[in-house]
């Protein structure tokens, strides 16, 4: 387990997905299975955790959450449910995304319409001196296009 940083961590992912809804039944019947292009999809957001913040195990940070879309039909619930299943997952970001261990103080900011597909997720440390409002909120619009290739192109 890596040192905790008292400074907050923003993890920025281009192109997302929401598992919800996007199991099939396998044959035979028995079981659900994530579709393949789901499972490409989650694998692509998992490369986008920096290896600096993997393996922290964060217990209770407070998170700030903030979205661009390009379809207003976007599945928010399921994106953060995938958003937390992959940082207390295989990056162990988080130590787990139970309310045993992730029950910090949660801000959702309004979803803004843009160019691509983006969620930013913030997580303030427990016992870190910076509390959610010194954490400057500036629009995501506001912070320019990604470097590199997102998931769609």
């Known amino acids: 387990m890596q040192t ?5 961590i923003t993890i920025r992912f281009i192109g997302f997905t929401s598992k919800k809804n996007r199991k099939a039944p396998r044959k035979g019947g028995r079981g659900l299975y ?10 692509r957001m998992e490369l986008q955790v920096p290896a600096e913040v993997r393996d922290l195990n964060l217990e209770h940070p407070d998170m700030i959450w903030e979205f661009q ?4 039909h976007i599945d928010r619930d399921g994106i953060i449910t995938t958003v937390l299943d992959i940082l207390g997952g295989p990056c162990r970001v988080i130590k787990n995304d139970n309310i045993a261990h992730c029950n910090g103080t949660w801000t959702i900011y309004p979803a803004e319409r843009g160019e691509y597909d983006m969620v930013e997720v913030t997580l303030i440390p427990q016992g870190s001196n910076v509390g959610q409002e010194a954490v400057q909120h500036i629009p995501l619009k506001e912070h320019g296009a990604p470097t590199g290739r997102t998931a769609r192109s």
């Open 4 to 8: 905790v940083s008292a400074e907050p």
């Open 34 to 43: 994530l579709e393949p292009k789901t499972r490409t999809m989650i694998d």
């Open 69 to 72: 879309y390009t379809n207003a």
